[in-house]
């Protein structure tokens, strides 16, 4: 059995605290600082299904909320804000998880201020970030401007990406790896959409869908 989650409190600020849940299996070689989406906080059933399943294979995560989801707001914080949230996790896990390897990320909108942060000022300790489908362009407005920042990231990154997502166009997106070169690997998810999920006829099921993403996850951290 993996250990269940313990949560605790982050401070961002002398102001701001978020809440967290730190996840530890008694074999952890890895660690993974997990940012929920934009609609969803840290217990939604993704979330907690990611993070009991990195578990299971070696992986240890630290999920937290951004305040605005703190304050049970739908507007998501600014970048400042949000960036400021990442750092705050990213030390809380160093303080934490100290002697295993870290890589930072997490689903859609938290991958991308993770991703952000990252191209701003490194983030101290993390060695990769990996992505639950990166949104890369709003739904029926394809475009990749919101990568852009990307170039700046000067360390491995995997995007585990569903091919039919509406918000990362998969052609783009193989572009967008191709254009990044070494730094980047794309983990193409066949028939899955933004949220990892498939069609009936597609004769799979979400539960397999989540476990191949994280298989694909866990091995590319413990490699």
Known sequence: MTAAPTAIRIDIDPQTTVSALLQVPPDARAAYVLAHGAGAGMDHTFMAAAAQGLAERGVATLRYQFP??????KRTDPPAVAHAAVRAAVARAVQELG????????????GRMTSQAQAATPLAG????????????????????????????????????????K?????????????????????????????????????????????????????????
């Open 68 to 73: 605005y989801m703190e304050r049970g707001s």
């Open 99 to 110: 002697g295993l390897r870290l890589y930072a990320g997490g689903k859609s909108f938290g």
């Open 126 to 165: 993390v060695e990769g970030l990996v992505f639950l489908g990166f949104p890369l362009h709003p739904d029926g407005a394809p475009s990749s401007t919101r990568a852009e920042h990307l170039r700046e990231v000067g360390i491995p990154m995997l995007f585990i990406q569903g091919t039919r997502d």
């Open 167 to 223: 918000l990362a166009d998969i052609g783009r997106m193989q572009a967008l790896a191709a254009e990044l070169g070494e730094r980047a690997t794309l983990m193409e998810i066949a028939e899955a959409d933004h949220s990892f999920h498939v069609l009936v006829r597609s004769g799979r099921k979400n539960p397999e869908v989540l476990q191949e993403v994280l298989d694909g996850a866990a091995r590319w951290m413990l490699r």
